[in-house]
């Protein structure tokens, strides 16, 4: 390890000694009842470190965590949206198909198995490689089909193009599509109406509210653990939010994207650590294909933009690899059978009456 790596990780492991405190004492976990623009009744509880039911005590050692990619090409994200136009997507060089098949090398080194949200546009120009994912293992579920934020689409618009995206996934592999995740962890509180429109749909779970404050997305005051909404019509979905730890009152993003890949090892292994220990919650890891693809086209996208796309590529191959080495990780289907037979799905709610101000509808 070189003196910058031994620095970074002093700082991370400094940093936590600090904060370790408000991790125990302080647990910041929020029931929320939110209403919405589409009259959906937005009940949700969680279990809070404090208040672990029962069950949770039979999650069996390892505790296994959740392993997810977004199937995505390296143009298609959000940081470089207004300069590359989805029109032209086709004259791109397409690295998905290689990377993604990369991605699944990785993971059989190890054995683990995860969740794949693909693009359906990506899904209709390789279906094979969708075959291929299913065949190796591991479950299929939705990214949205043109890759657009959720809050810049109206709710017909987003019900179409997820309509769009489920099939073209569905059609390829010739299985059902349950999960979904927004672009860039679009759903916020300007267009919460989505979850609705989802389990109207047919997703029976969603991965796309982050539990932080950020410039493009994210909902500062939903709760870090999995939750279930109810809505009006008797349907219900479960919510899985990508991990965080809490610094300050602050939820800290970690474990995924560009914050596994910038952040020191330290950093990210800590939450392993403290999810397991201290809250016996799984941490739900995501990734992208072009993250391992140092070699992929460059894009002249603003400054921001290209640090968050491209620092630290080389390294995130090796970063996942280590993760997959020491933890155990498991699909998001296997993690809500396991809930339903052991009745924690929505059964648990320790309080209601919380409103979590980041989520309340305007
Ligand atoms: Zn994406």
């Known amino acids: 390890m070189n003196r910058l790596h031994r620095k970074r990780n002093g700082i991370a492991r400094a940093l936590f000694k600090r904060f370790r405190i408000s991790l125990l004492g302080n647990p910041v976990l929020t ?9 959906a009744n937005l009940a949700s509880g969680s279990l809070t470190p404090g208040s672990l039911s029962p069950d949770c005590g039979k999650i069996p050692e390892p505790l296994a965590h959740v392993l997810t990619v977004d199937v995505e090409d390296y143009f298609q994200v959000e940081a470089f949206a207004e300069k590359v136009k989805r029109d032209d997507w086709e004259q791109y060089p397409s690295r998905v198909d290689a990377n993604t098949r990369r991605v699944l090398d990785l993971f059989d080194e190890h054995g683990a198995r995860g969740t794949f949200f693909f693009v359906g546009w990506v899904a ?27 809050y810049s689409l109206s709710p017909e618009e987003f019900r179409e193009d997820t309509r769009r995206a489920k099939q073209a996934i569905e059609n390829a592999a010739g299985v059902a599509v349950n999960g979904y995740r927004a672009p860039s962890w679009s759903i916020t509180k300007d267009c919460m109406w989505a979850l609705e429109i989802l389990a109207e749909e047919g997703f029976t ?83 992208h294909p072009w993250e391992i693809d140092p070699d992929q086209p460059r894009i002249a996208g603003k400054l921001k933009s290209r640090f968050r796309h491209y620092t630290q590529l080389k390294n995130m191959s090796s970063k996942v690899g280590r993760l997959l080495k020491r933890y155990k990780f498991t699909r998001f289907c296997d993690v809500l059978a396991a809930e339903e037979a052991s009745q924690i799905l929505n059964g648990h709610a320790v309080e209601t009456a919380g409103v979590s101000a980041g989520v309340t509808a305007r």
């Open 124 to 150: 209709d120009k390789f279906p094979e490689l969708v075959r291929e994912v299913h065949a190796r293992g591991h479950e299929l579920a939705c990214h949205s089909y043109w890759h657009r934020t959720i």
């Open 205 to 287: 779970y969603d991965s796309s509210i982050y539990p932080i404050h950020h410039d493009l997305y994210g909902v500062p005051g939903a709760q870090r653990f999995p939750y279930t909404f109810q809505f009006q019509n008797g349907r219900k979905l479960r919510e899985y939010p990508p991990a965080t730890l809490r610094f300050m009152g602050t939820n800290l993003p970690v474990a995924g994207g560009g914050y596994l890949r910038i952040f020191p090892a330290a950093y990210n292994e800590m939450a392993f650590r403290v999810f397991e220990k201290d809250y016996a919650q799984r941490v739900v890891v995501y990734l």
């Open 31 to 39: 029931m929320t009842k939110a209403s919405c623009e589409s009259n």
